[in-house]
């Protein structure tokens, strides 16, 4: 098996990874997954498309990731993950697939207007 190469993205982060048979090592930017992502619900997220389709110890994956914030990063890896997942047994996207995994979240920032506080508050009016 080569190395399977996917994109995931959420809000303004991009993740690419890259997925090649192993033990199981997941590294992020060059860095430990435990180190870059140090709650337990980010390392939940990451991990989803592996613990649903048995492959937790099978590949080693390594992650470049940019933009965003932590929560969007682990958002973005974990579609590429399953992109990557269903490439390697078009099987998995059955279990992926009703859980929402392969579904690209499309919600972003709105953006700020002009002459607003933010993109829908308005300056507090004062009649004097």
Known sequence: ????????????????VYL???????TVNKKDMEVYFPTATLQYKV???????????????TVNV???????????????LSRAMCEVDAENRLI???EGLLTR????????KFGQKKARKKFQFSKR
């Not at 090649?20 to 997941?26: E, L, R, T, V, Y």
């Not at 991990?47 to 994956?61: A, E, H, R, V």
């Not at 979240?105 to 700020?112: A, F, T």
Request: charged share 30%.
């Open 1 to 16: 098996m080569e190395v399977i190469h996917k994109i995931g993205r959420r809000k303004t982060a991009v993740a690419r």
């Open 96 to 98: 992926l697939k009703p």
């Open 66 to 80: 940019y933009g965003g914030g932590i929560t969007g990063q682990a958002e973005a890896i974990r579609l590429a």
């Open 105 to 112: 979240d499309s919600r972003m920032v709105e953006r700020k």
């Open 20 to 26: 090649a048979k192993g033990k199981g090592k997941i």
């Open 47 to 61: 991990n989803q498309p592996l613990t649903m389709t048995n492959n937790d110890g099978n590949f080693d994956i």
